[in-house]
Nanobody, 127 residues
Framework: QVQLVESGGGLVQAGGSLRLSCAAS??????MAWFRQAPGREREFVAG????????FYADSVKDRFTISRDNAKNMVYLQMNSLKPEDAAIYYC??????????????????????WGQGTQVTVSS
């Protein structure tokens, strides 16, 4: 059974930090990504990472504040979030690509490019 399980969300003050984790199981994935969705807004790309970790991409709104990483030996993906702002509050989703195994360096910022999704973890930032 394929599963992506996020953890690490919570309530933090503006300027604080959180580290989100995504545990993947059930199969091998290529690129992994984090998306987020705030109430009344569409789900948006936050960060993505290729299988090797050599390629990473970030939304402009989080660049220089968030860092995505992965540990393939543990089947884990992480999102370190620093200098959090109230506008970062959202449900954060882990996403995984399973169609492009072996495609080196591939990562997408597009919602439809990912095949599997976690249930999400809530991040709340107080001002």
């Amino acid at each position: 059974q394929v599963q992506l399980v996020e953890s690490g969300g919570g309530l933090v003050q503006a300027g604080g930090s959180l580290r989100l984790s995504c545990a993947a199981s059930g199969r091998t994935f290529n690129a992994m990504a984090w998306f987020r969705q705030a109430p009344g807004r569409e789900r948006e790309f936050v960060a993505g990472i290729s299988w090797s970790g050599g390629n990473t991409f970030y939304a402009d709104s989080v660049k220089d504040r968030f860092t995505i990483s992965r540990d393939n030996a543990k089947n884990m993906v992480y999102l370190q979030m620093n200098s959090l702002k109230p506008e970062d509050a959202a449900i954060y989703y882990c996403a995984a690509d399973a169609r492009r195994l072996g495609v080196s360096g591939w990562v997408s910022m597009t919602f439809s490019a990912y095949d599997y999704w976690g249930q999400g973890t809530q991040v709340t930032v107080s001002s």
